[in-house]
Each structure stands twice: as C-alpha cells, then as structure tokens.
C-alpha cells in the first residue's frame, strides 16, 4: 500500500470531492479526482486507484436513487458509454493526454458559455437519441482514460432539466455501469496490482461518507440553485482541463 503521507494529504480531500459531486450534483466535480492524486503518483496509476472506489459509490449510489432515473434516455446512453470504453481501451495508450483534456475542456466551457449567452436555459430541450448516443459515446471514451466522462454527459443532459433527483439518479446508473465494464479494459491493460488495490480498499471508507454528503446537499437545494450550481461545476472542470491540456506533459 502506498505509505508517503503526501499522497493522503490530496487523496482524501479528492476521494470526498468525489462523492459529493456524485451524490449531489451529477459527479462534475469528480473530475478533479485523478489530477489531485496525479500531483504524487503518476496518472495511469491514479485512474487505476480511482477505479474500485467509483464502484463503491456508484453501488451506495444506486441505493441513495433506488428507482430514480430516467429509463428512455438510459436505453440509449448505455449503449454509447460502452462503444466508448471500446474506443478508449483501443487508443488509450496512444491517444495524447493533452489533446484528450483540451478538446473536453474546449467542449465544455463553450457549452456553458452558449447556455448563458443564449437562454437556451430557458428552453427544455427533449431526449434525442441521436445526441445521447454521441455524448455518452464520447463520456465513455473519455471517462476510461481520465475518469472524465461527466462533462460530456452534463452536456447532453443539463439541458433537458429533469426533475434533479432523476438527473443525479440517471447518471449514477450510467457510471455504474460504465464504470464496471471499465474493470476489463483496465485489467487488460495491466492498471491492476496489489499496491494499487490495497490503496483503493484503505481509501473506499470514505466513498460512502462523500456520497450522503452529496445528498444531503442535493435535498436542501432548490431546483433552480441545483442547476447553476451544476453548470458553474462544468465550467470549472472546462478550465481546469484547458489548463492541464496546455501545461501537463
């Protein structure tokens, strides 16, 4: 297990970010998860870590939202996710880190920005399946690389304003599910070792406590809060992953 107490010091706090975000506001916020461990270990080894404890909360998670999601739109985003880890499996070792974050951060702060410049806030856009089908494909590519598959999927499902339990309930079947298939490209790719995993079981204690703090909040905050709180989440991790495309190797 690893032992340099500097590792814990951005573990924990990242670990907690984590399940709050997932549990409260759709996992925006998580992204920031595998960049906080990556200023000790190296990020393949980081994602690896991140891996079973994403599983932990998705299970305490999918208690929490028991019967909350929306069913129409899964049917399609589950297909795209797993097309998406596929793809992410087969370029993950050639595919540049850099490039990856820049286009999502690009992706993501534009997104936000049109949101606002335009109103289309004001607007419920309807389930397309077309574009579920391309977002959750790029979430699931994305998400096995780097643990980033949220702002994609924010992207396509902020703007049909589901009622917020449904949204957060919708997206944590989602990564459930994305996030066990997951398990085969990493194991393939050789992620996996004891060090790793009895790192991840030391850190898991805390997956359930980030995720009733992502509840909690989540019930004390009005709708129309939920949703700025969500989109200024999206537009942080958008320049936070301009920012790491630009200066990480």
Not at 41 to 69: C, E, H, N, S, T
Not at 75 to 81: E, F, I, K, M, P
Request: hydrophobic share 55%.
């Amino acid at each position: 297990m690893i032992t340099d107490p500097w590792f814990y010091a951005a573990a924990i706090p990242a670990v907690l970010l984590v399940g709050i975000a997932k549990g409260g506001f759709g996992s925006g916020a998580g992204i920031f998860a595998t960049p906080l461990m990556a200023l000790t270990i190296p990020i393949p080894q980081a994602a690896a870590i991140m891996l079973p404890i994403l599983i932990v909360m998705d299970a305490v998670g999918l208690w929490a939202y028991r019967g909350k999601f929306h069913r129409e739109n899964l049917r399609v985003l589950l297909v795209g996710g797993v097309l998406g880890i596929a793809l992410g499996a087969l370029t993950f070792r050639y595919l540049p880190d850099a490039s990856t974050r820049l286009v999502l951060g690009a992706i993501s702060v534009g997104f936000v920005l049109h949101y606002y410049a335009f109103r289309v806030g004001e607007r419920v856009a309807s389930p397309s399946p077309s574009k579920g089908f391309f977002w959750s494909t790029v979430s699931g590519l994305t998400s096995t690389i780097a643990h980033a598959g949220g702002p994609p999927l924010s992207i396509y499902l902020l703007p049909l304003r589901l009622e917020k339990s449904i949204l957060v309930g919708t997206t944590i079947v989602f990564f459930a599910v994305i996030n066990l298939v997951k398990l085969i490209p990493y194991a393939w790719l050789e992620l996996f070792d004891g060090r790793n995993l009895s790192t991840s079981a030391a850190l898991a204690p805390l997956a359930p406590i980030g995720i009733f703090m992502g509840y909690q909040m989540m019930r004390r905050v009005n709708e129309v809060l939920f949703y700025r709180i969500c989109y200024a989440l999206l537009f942080v991790v958008g320049l936070r992953l301009l920012w790491e495309g630009f200066t990480v190797p």
